[in-house]
């Protein structure tokens, strides 16, 4: 029997990754569910005539009461700061971390609706950053133990995809970068799907057909476009980041270069556009009505990548109820890898790695979709930007400097173009930045460039 997903309710909804991923689907969303300001302006706007419940903790009495519907599936992305680096991993100790917890009593509530109407269980969704599986608080094991029905907290070490069969519910999860489906930025991200004991996620997230992880195509760094010149420093770049807008100098992809670019001689931050084109969004999805720069960089870089969601959407919607891929007539794994029975309700399966062999076919479990797809940067890049994305002579050297004080690795080529840069500074600009008094090289105070600047960075 194959699947049919109709209805599909939206929790930490931010900008609705889902609903343009899946607008070519015969799919409606029935509800959101987002607090912060600004996405809520682009839902009212976008989607004015879908309910945004507000707060997820009111959801499950919602759809108990019948005030909302209980859908088909549940797509949700909690909030990932608790367990991403920039959020220093608190964990479920961090509220935000909770929240995934929350989650499953909304997916408890929607299958209480739906049984009671002789409907199949709910079909989950779920999104976070790769880090949620080694937070040392083990918040990935409450999750998964609590949704499977499991009477004991699991505790594990989790592999980048895996396998649960539990009393309650079928859990399958696969790290996949978006690298590797048509936009150039690398972005690693769990995605989860569950359901009810006779749903088979695995048959979603696992694929056959590719034999090796291939390389990421080499592209010219240095390029022009509709008249003008422009240098990038790698052909992808790294994960966006929602502080982007306001800390775009102090992460680890400010010394890669991966964020920046050179146009017409002069360094720049990435623009919205080009955020937007690296997420997979419609050019412009975020431009509302007085709406700010730093908001919209947040809310791109606390979404989903569109191509990722996509591939999965379709592949739900293809789904057909039956036997699991890897288990055969006798309810037996066909392959020998880490499985781990849980007191006799369950089963967990580790699928470390990036291949599985079954009788001989190559399993796919790699970050990589065996049909995969590049793009280049060239295609993301535009002409016309605000000139306040370029980054002054002070900004350059504040890179430079931080980059000497940690000791940190940099892009050569990129050290290049912002020593270049900082050549430009004033005596002035040299003096507030306190090099003179440092370094007492420069004896004498006047407004001229200083030409030799990179010798102020010399040990």
Known sequence: MKIDIKSIGSVCSGIEAASVAWNHLNMDFRWFSEIATFPNQLLQ???????????????????????????????????????????????????????????????????????EDQKKGTILFWENVEGVLTDKTNAFGYFVSILAGFETFLNFKWGSAGIIKGPKRNIAWRVLDAKFFGVPQQRRRLYLLAGGTDFNPENILFETGLDEIPCYPKHSLVFEKEGHKFQ??????????????????????????????????????????????????????????????????????????IPVVKWLGERISNYVYGASMFIDSHNDFLFELQKYTINDQGIYVDLSGDFITINHQRINVSPVPTNYKFTSIHDVIEVNTDESLYISPVGCH???????????????????????????????EIEKKSLVQKRGRYATKNSQTVQNIPDLFSK
């Open 232 to 305: 990038v420093f790698r052909e992808y770049t790294d994960c966006l980041y929602s502080s982007y807008g306001t800390k775009w100098n102090g992460n680890a992809a400010a010394y890669n270069g991966s964020l920046f670019v050179v146009q017409d001689g002069y360094i720049r931050r990435l623009s919205v556009l080009e955020a937007e084109r690296l997420m997979g969004f419609p050019d412009n999805y975020t431009l509302l009505n007085k709406s700010k720069k730093t908001c919209q960089y947040q809310a791109l870089g606390n979404s989903w990548a």
């Open 45 to 115: 706007e976008k989607y004015p005539y879908i309910p945004n419940c507000g707060d997820m903790n009111l959801l499950p009495q919602k759809i108990l009461s019948r005030t909302i519907d209980a859908p088909d599936l549940i797509c949700a992305g909690t909030p990932c700061q608790a367990f991403s680096l920039a959020g220093w991993k608190h964990g479920l100790n961090d509220a935000r971390g909770n929240l995934a917890l929350k989650l499953i009593d909304i997916v408890d509530a929607n299958d209480k609706i739906r049984i």
């Open 398 to 428: 504040g890179i430079i400097r931080r980059k000497q004080e940690r000791n940190l690795r940099i892009n050569p080529e990129l050290e290049k173009v912002l020593l270049m840069r900082s050549s430009e500074m004033s005596y002035e």
